[in-house]
T-cell receptor, first 114, second 116 residues
Framework: DQQVKQNSPSLSVQEGRISILNCDYT??????FLWYKKYPAEGPTFLIS???IKDKNEDGRFTVFLNKSAKHLSLHIVPSQPGDSAVYFC?????????????WGLGTSLAVNP | DTEVTQTPKHLVMGMTNKKSLKCEQH?????MYWYKQKAKKPPELMFV???????INESVPSRFSPECPNSSLLNLHLHALQPEDSALYLC???????????????FGPGTRLTVT
């Protein structure tokens, strides 16, 4: 059972426009959410995160929004650049003491076209 | 500095070989992780070390043997692997004592392992 879902396997956006990547989760015990970006044959790179007590976090071109009642979060990239083309993973931390596991979505492949 | 380094970058080994993967971080993180990643899939957790002690083993076959010699180093010893073990092996590190909910894990570039 996929507890973190990224329902769009791929997304294509024009350079300069907004990219919106979505993530849904089912477990209300998740208390922290992270977005990672991954290029082929490289390790994931941490992008931005948000605690469940907040509804927005912004870092430069990247903003993450959390709607706790809908169990939904989204990553906005504005403006999108060709170098943003990568696979984006949403991950969630399960709040259980020293639990260090992250639960990952299956990823969304973003293509930013010049 | 948010760098995690891994060696080697690529490794080809036969099913009877013994090899080791190495990981190093100097961020003062006391939690370190091994993940396995197949193409077009998310990282799959294998092991977690916390304060140099194994805290999570995700039912990984014994042909994979982790070791944490000190707070900066993490090894993964490989023996008698199968072709289906071919994958990208990723090391990550994070803080143990979390302040302000900072649970980020920082990943190395990975070792591309091919078992022949």
């Amino acid at each position: 059972d996929q507890q973190v879902k990224q329902n769009s396997p791929s997304l294509s956006v024009q350079e300069g426009r907004i990219s919106i990547l979505n993530c849904d989760y089912t477990n209300s015990m998740f208390d922290y959410f992270l977005w990672y970006k991954k290029y082929p044959a490289e390790g994931p790179t941490f992008l931005i995160s948000i605690s469940s007590i907040k509804d927005k976090n912004e870092d430069g071109r990247f903003t993450v929004f959390l709607n706790k009642s809908a169990k939904h979060l989204s990553l906005h990239i504005v403006p999108s650049q060709p170098g943003d083309s990568a696979v984006y993973f949403c991950a969630a931390r399960y709040n259980a003491g020293n639990n260090r596991k992250l639960i990952w979505g299956l990823g969304t492949s973003l293509a930013v076209n010049p | 500095d948010t760098e995690v380094t891994q060696t080697p970058k690529h490794l080809v080994m036969g099913m009877t070989n013994k090899k080791s993967l190495k990981c190093e971080q100097h961020m003062g993180h006391r939690a370190m992780y091994w993940y396995k990643q197949k193409a077009k899939k998310p990282p799959e957790l294998m092991f977690v070390y916390s304060y140099e002690k194994l805290s999570i083993n995700e039912s990984v076959p014994s042909r994979f043997s982790p070791e944490c010699p000190n707070s900066s180093l993490l090894n993964l010893h490989l023996h008698a692997l199968q072709p289906e073990d071919s994958a990208l092996y990723l090391c990550a590190s994070s803080q143990v004592v979390v302040r302000r909910g900072s649970y980020e894990q920082y990943f190395g570039p990975g070792t591309r392992l091919t078992v022949t």
